[in-house]
């Protein structure tokens, strides 16, 4: 675990010097890493950049397959929720992250989700 850890870091750390964000994700099937990802948020101006999302793709194209229960991920940072609806959909069994996220900066909350109702459209 250890190595696979230290390569994550690494990845994270490049990443800092393109000046986007440190987050980096790795998986792993049968103790080899077959995909690799950092944020790529601010780089690419695409909020759906993010290391995980970017290596499961890539873990996807490589097996040919979507289904990703037998691997593993490991990333620098507790995936956000998207992240981890995607981790879920793609059946990743477990996900070791390194570091826990701010409390400030767990969920964007200046976003109001209202359902709208039949008496809505009449206005």
Known sequence: MEK?????????????????????????????????????????????KHAEIIAIQKASKKLKRWNLNDCIMIVTLRPCKMCEYVIRESRIKKVYYLLEKLEYKKTYKNTDFILIQNHDLKK
Request: net charge positive; aromatic share 6%; charged share 20%.
């Open 4 to 48: 696979y850890i230290n390569y994550c870091l690494k990845l994270a750390y490049k990443n800092a010097l393109k000046s986007e964000l440190p987050i980096s994700a790795i998986i792993v099937r049968n103790n080899k890493i077959i995909s690799k990802a950092a944020n790529r948020k601010n780089l690419d101006n695409n909020v759906l």
